[in-house]
């Protein structure tokens, strides 16, 4: 181009004002834009200098010219069902976003959006190598997880996986395909790798509580971490044990920790928390029951019993009743609370008491219930969970109390003090012997349809047949106690081979309840022996005889003090002695003098 030209150009350009050159520039660019689109036939047409009118770019214009610009395409109507997803952000990340848009542009603008813009860049190649590192770990954590794999592999396999998931554990351990591989790190792992991981995410373990797939690793760390790395878990729940016990995957852990893996003066700190606030920063290794407390700070009971309702009861209302660490604030609260709290904790755990009775201090807070709440209601909850609670050591002691109430063959002399503590409540009016006999009234015909349910699973448990043979001992007089001995005896029936202890014959506790049947038939009119001898065969005796225990139930058969019951027996064994003579035990020896 010529000077004289470009001389004139300058001058063109001085003369237009920055703003109008800008719009130029950008309304040239939408033409560009437009025209790589290839949004309609108006494109096509936009020659060099052409303006494009906005307003105009997509009206209804009359006519069916395909030359004309369509309308560009419709947004798809989304379901009223289908939630909207929404691109996750970080409240840091939020913020900036809003200061972002209320700005001016200006320098300070265009700083914040390309800070905006770098982190957004940074996150995805994070993410990215997030995703690279996860699918290398699982390659080898599939060789990790398998039973054939060596312990010595299986150190070398965590070692490699600690080299590729360095610096990134802390991301990892909260997805759901990852948790597992740093679980298994954790677990098969050695010291060194162990206390890398530990040392990754010690600053985080209240967060990884309460996530659904990284609490399994703070268990994992409980059961394989060290003893400072144990100490150091239970020291972090402090200030926040009210709140994770509150949540329903996080009180599992603190649960397990207070359970299993802390010591006396660690469970003080973990339940001082619940009596007072001040326990949240200030801790007494020298207070470890609410009692305790109470005895030091007389002047705080008003106030620490409202406090500790209040963290109590969401506890309670959550369904959050099978840990330990709950029944042992429900039996330190309801020593101390008023009539009108205690009510009101009755109605709210009436029905999860079943929950309650695997645990020592669960069970003393289903006495206090039963001594101040309605019985009938507490006989119902134990009815629905009976199989359940004859099969639990703990358990079953509430059924063998209702039907042998005080009795020192099932209670220790100090439980038998303890519950002549309730004697004094209020809600007893009736005579003691009138008011157990009532409830065993009651409760006699459940009882007994339990156990006639599925015989075979209670005289399978030496438990759970002391609770048989005392709901047969009790409820004798119900509608059905026949049909019980029938069983009874159909199951004896079947083959014994000496040395096999599955036999009911055999087993300890099977045997000392048939021994007891026999000797009280005479306390009764219906006879257990007279359903056991006519169900019994000539072969059912042999093999008895060559079982130690077989020929003490024979012996019990004759000694039963009926005489009807000893003459069948004694016909029945007479022809065995010939085979008896042969036998080198102890109760054959003394079954054959008997004969004589």
């Not at 997803?85 to 840091?92: H, I, T």
């Not at 010595?152 to 991301?171: H, N, P, Q, T």
């Not at 010591?263 to 606030?277: I, K, T, V, W």
């Not at 620490?304 to 609260?333: A, C, I, T, W």
Request: proline letters at 4%; aromatic letters at 8%.
């Amino acid at each position: 181009m010529p000077a004289p030209e470009q001389k004139q150009r300058r001058q063109e350009i001085k003369k237009t004002s920055h703003r109008d050159h800008f719009k130029k520039v950008q309304s040239k660019k939408k033409v560009r834009k437009w025209q790589k689109s290839g949004s309609g036939a108006q494109s096509h047409d936009a020659g060099k200098g052409s303006k494009l009118n906005p307003k105009k770019r997509f009206t209804k214009k009359k006519g069916n010219d395909s030359s004309k610009p369509s309308h560009p395409k419709k947004r798809p109507l989304r379901d009223i069902n289908q939630k909207e997803v929404k691109p996750k952000s970080s409240k840091e990340a939020r913020l900036k976003l809003k200061k972002l848009l209320s700005m001016k542009k200006g320098p300070e603008y265009w700083k914040a959006y390309k800070e905006i813009r770098k982190k957004k860049l940074e996150k995805r190649l994070e993410d990215d190598k997030v995703l690279q590192v996860s699918v290398k770990a699982k390659q080898s954590w599939e060789e990790l997880r398998r039973e054939d794999c060596q312990p010595e592999r299986k150190v070398e396999i965590c070692k490699d996986l600690y080299r590729i998931v360095r610096g990134k554990v802390a991301k990892l351990v909260m997805a759901p395909d990852m948790s597992r591989v740093v679980e298994s790190m954790m677990q098969f792992g050695d010291i060194e790798v162990r206390a890398a991981l530990f040392e990754e995410l010690k600053s985080k373990i209240v967060e990884l509580c309460s996530s659904v797939y990284a609490h399994f690793f703070v268990l994992k760390l409980l059961k394989y971490g060290s003893k400072q790395q144990r100490e150091f878990v239970v020291d972090s729940f402090r200030g926040h044990v009210p709140e994770l016990m509150r949540h329903k995957v996080a009180s599992s852990v603190v649960e397990s920790a207070f359970n299993e893996w802390s010591n006396a003066s660690q469970r003080g700190c973990l339940l001082q928390e619940f009596y007072d606030p001040h326990f949240k920063v200030f801790k007494d290794t020298s207070v470890t029951s609410f009692s305790k407390f109470l005895e030091t700070h007389p002047e705080k009971r008003e106030s620490s019993l409202e406090y500790f309702k209040e963290n109590l009861m969401p506890l309670v209302d959550k369904g959050l009743m099978q840990h330990s660490l709950v029944h042992r604030l429900l039996f330190e609260y309801v020593n101390f609370c008023s009539e009108a709290d205690m009510k009101e904790l009755i109605e709210s755990i009436r029905e999860h008491l079943a929950q309650c009775l695997h645990t020592r201090d669960g069970t003393h807070v289903a006495m206090h219930c039963i001594w101040k709440g309605n019985a009938k209601i507490i006989l119902g909850e134990i009815l629905s969970s009976f199989k359940e609670l004859a099969f639990h050591k703990y358990g079953r002691k509430v059924i063998l109390y209702v039907l042998c109430p005080r009795d020192p063959r099932h209670l220790h002399p100090e439980y038998i003090k303890l519950l002549a503590q309730g004697d004094s409540n209020t809600h007893s009016k009736k005579h003691p012997e009138l008011r157990q006999a009532e409830l065993l009234a009651a409760a006699s015909k459940s009882f007994l349809r339990e156990v006639l349910g599925s015989p075979e699973d209670y005289l399978s448990d030496n438990g759970a047949t002391l609770v048989f043979n005392t709901v047969l001992e009790k409820c004798l007089d119900v509608e059905g106690s026949q049909e019980a001995f029938q069983l009874l005896a159909e199951k004896i029936k079947e083959p014994l081979v000496p040395g096999e202890v599955k036999h009911i014959v055999e087993r300890s506790a099977t045997h000392l309840m048939l021994k007891k049947l026999i000797v009280t038939d005479k306390q009764r009119k219906v006879h257990f022996s007279d359903y056991l001898l006519d169900a019994v065969t000539s072969e059912n005796l042999e093999q008895w005889i060559t079982c130690n225990r077989g020929a003490f139930i024979l012996i019990a058969l004759l000694e039963s003090g009926v005489k009807s019951i000893e003459e069948k027996a004694r016909k029945k064994l007479i022809p065995l002695k010939p085979k008896l003579r042969q036998q080198t035990s102890k109760g054959a020896q003394i079954l054959l003098k008997k004969l004589v």
